[in-house]
């Protein structure tokens, strides 16, 4: 019998496996620099700690002391807990294994729903937050004894931040209580971190709102202050709704230095999330991205958190506080994932809420906080459909009846004309108006796409845009014999204003003190534009644009057969009066209608004022004089 010879895979064996080297010096860079955006975070990772411990101690023991207590002299910061402590091997293995945490489940336990249920117990949960304290320090000494075993000894460890520590067990009574003690030493040139008033300072900021009593002591010889401050200012209870008013805007000028033109709670009881929105009371850019303040657990975690509210909620700065938003590791920011997409959709329905409030019972309040917010809501409301449902009606317009608020406008019309510019809504407005049609101007921005969407939020308007030619075929015409009476004044007329590209029609319209109209659209401004850049230009360029001539509507001066000047003029016999008078009527409408005047149109002016003039004076002067005058003008 042979045997097959089997052939194996050349192999060498594996070697024990290595355990990651951390240098301490660079991890704590790498912190203080990349992760934490300031040394101040230490304060907040120190808070943290005991108020984790002290939660953890309550959970063993209720009846125990849960008061902190927070001291900083002489280049020194200490906290004191009667949390639930450590013992040696746990101070091995939490305080010296960077990452690892004692408060969250591990193994098997790791799974989304312990993780979850350590999360909404403590504040901590990455292992990490007692190294940030080297950025300021170069030694932390903690002197600790377990709650959980009383008959395990008191614990010194003490690490400097070359990345060495020590453990070792101290005798029964230097340290009788459980509970935690943490002594930074400050390190060189982190000094300014660590003065009292800084200190206390830090502890305010992050920890007023911390479920247990912290105090703070700069070692002076005084009663320890207070450095918590609860309840929050928006559940507090107050004796009435002015009061709290006052109490709300007092907090916000505290925090947010401004006075807000109203406050807006915000309170979502199922995502534990409480706290108030400040309206802002000047404008702002939608573009700048206002930050809110989170707390979370009462532990401040960031006043910059820019994804809280949706985008459209521009004009407020909120302050919550919550315990079911997740921290990012430097935990300075909210984790952008599906539950704060919810609420973030939830504050949005909170702020519109109150927006819809107002708009049904107190359109004056509404209307105060649209006079400064309404460009930015403008500007918001195109592209969020339920803003521009809600808001759309109450934002204000200028109209041919005066400025107003859509929903006013539309009550007298059901039919909506709009022009696309200023200048074409100041020609044509007064007439529009007179003719009992309403216009509104969509010169300014956000205006024309606003009124585009009118329709999608109020189906029963309909809204047109009008141009000049829209408006004089809306004018009535002169009956044909009349007109044909006047044909000799109106081929005058045509010819005298040939040279500035404007027609000129006669039409019967109200109200009859306005003799004339200049209306020009878009594309005969740029006819006019094109004919002035053509006069000015090189031959060349003038070749060019003379053959870009189109057929563009010209600009057209309409006539008021309803008013009496113009039945005058329109009589006249003397020809060149008629011209002079009809140049004048051009000039006048052209003023009426506030357009920039071309160099010939100045010109025309000029002549057409000096002519009348001349006319004015010639039957009172010296018949010589008035030629004497004519020679001058040649
Ligand atoms: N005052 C304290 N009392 C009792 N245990 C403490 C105290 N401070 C720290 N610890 C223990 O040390 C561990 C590590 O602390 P560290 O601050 O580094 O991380 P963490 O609080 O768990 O998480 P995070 O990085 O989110 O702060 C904690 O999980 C806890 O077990």
Same mark, same amino acid.
């Given at each position: ?7 194996? &895979? ?51 023991? &209720?009846?125990?002391?849960? !008061? ?35 408060? +969250? ?48 000894? %008191? ?15 101290? %005798?029964?009574?230097?340290? %009788? ?18 003065? &009292? ?8 900021? /992050? ?11 700069? !070692? ?20 009435? &709704? ?32 409480? !706290? ?129 608020? @859509? ?24 007439? $529009? ?10 010169? /300014?921005?956000?205006?024309?796409? @606003? ?9 029963? @308007? ?33 010819? +005298? ?42 031959? @060349? ?53 506030? +357009? ?6 100045? $010109? ?21 004089? $008035? ?8």
């Amino acid at each position: 019998m042979t045997s097959t010879p089997t052939s194996t &895979p050349m192999s060498t064996p594996a070697s024990a496996p290595h355990s990651f080297q951390v240098d301490l010096r660079g991890l704590v860079d790498l912190l203080s620099h990349h992760l934490y955006s300031s040394p101040r975070v230490y304060v907040r990772e120190l808070l943290q700690n005991a108020v984790d411990a002290v939660t953890a101690r309550q959970a063993i023991d &209720p009846e125990a002391r849960t !008061g902190i207590r927070l001291s900083a002299s002489g280049g020194r910061v200490t906290i004191e807990d009667s949390g639930i402590g450590l013992t040696a091997a746990e101070a091995h293995s939490f305080l010296a294994t960077i990452g690892r945490s004692s408060k +969250r489940g591990s193994g098997d336990e790791l799974h989304d729903q312990a993780l979850e249920a350590t999360r909404r117990e403590f504040l901590g949960q990455f292992g990490i937050g007692l190294l940030a304290c080297f950025v300021v320090a170069r030694q932390i000494r903690v002197v600790t004894r377990s709650a959980r075993d009383p008959q395990a000894a %008191p614990v010194e460890w003490l690490a400097t931040d070359d990345g060495s520590y020590t453990v070792r067990e101290l %005798p029964h009574a230097a340290r %009788p209580e459980p509970g935690t003690t943490v002594v930074l030493e400050a390190r060189p040139g982190a000094a300014e971190w660590t003065v &009292p008033a800084k200190v206390e300072e830090l502890a305010r900021d /992050y920890g007023s709102l911390l479920p247990y009593d912290i105090t703070f002591d700069d !070692g002076e010889g005084g009663e320890p202050r207070p450095v918590t401050d609860r309840p929050a200012v928006w559940e507090r209870a107050f004796p009435t &709704p002015a009061a709290r008013r006052v109490a709300l805007a007092g907090h916000c000028a505290e925090l947010f230095g401004f006075t807000p033109l109203d406050s807006i709670d915000l309170d979502l009881p199922v995502a534990g999330v409480r !706290g108030v929105a400040y309206v802002l009371p000047d404008p702002t850019s939608p573009a700048h991205r206002a930050g809110h303040r989170v707390h979370l657990k009462g532990m401040l975690l960031t006043q910059r958190a820019d994804n809280l509210l949706p985008d459209w909620a521009f004009f407020v700065r909120a302050v919550i506080d919550t315990d079911t938003l997740r921290p990012t590791a430097s935990r300075e920011n909210l984790y952008d994932d599906e539950t704060l997409s919810a609420v973030r959709e939830a504050l949005g329905a909170r702020i519109r809420g109150w927006l819809a409030e107002l708009a049904a019972s107190d359109p004056d309040r509404l209307a105060a906080f649209l006079r400064v917010h309404h460009l930015g809501v403008k500007s918001m409301a195109r592209h969020d459909s339920e803003l521009l449902g809600l808001m759309l009606p109450w934002l204000p317009f200028e109209t041919s009846a005066g400025s107003m608020s @859509l929903q006013e406008f539309a009550a007298a019309h059901t039919d909506i004309h709009f022009t696309r510019t200023v200048e074409e809504f100041r020609q044509i407005a007064p007439i $529009a108006a007179a003719h009992g049609l309403g216009v509104i101007n969509a010169g /300014y921005t956000y205006d024309a796409d @606003l009124l585009a969407l009118l329709p999608s939020v109020r189906p029963e @308007l309909k809204v047109t845009e009008l141009d000049a030619g829209a408006v004089t075929e809306r004018l009535d015409p002169v009956p044909t014999a009349a007109e044909l009476a006047l044909a000799p004044f109106l081929a005058t007329a045509r010819s +005298r204003l040939e040279a500035q590209s404007c027609d000129v029609v006669l039409r019967a319209f109200q109200p009859v003190t306005v003799p004339a109209l200049y209306l020009d659209d878009r594309q005969a401004r740029q006819e006019r534009d094109r004919t002035a850049a053509m006069e000015s230009a090189d031959s @060349l360029w003038s070749g060019i644009l003379g053959a870009l001539r189109g057929s563009a509507p010209r600009a057209r001066l309409v006539l008021n057969h309803n008013n009496p000047l113009i039945r005058r003029i329109s009589g006249l016999q003397d020809e060149a009066l008629t011209g002079t008078a009809v140049e004048s009527l051009y000039g006048q409408a052209l003023l009426m209608s506030q +357009r920039p005047l071309r160099p010939a149109d100045s $010109a025309l002016l000029n002549r057409a004022f000096l002519g009348l003039l001349e006319w004015a004076t010639h039957s009172t002067a010296h018949p010589t004089d $008035a030629r004497d005058g004519e020679e001058d003008q040649k």
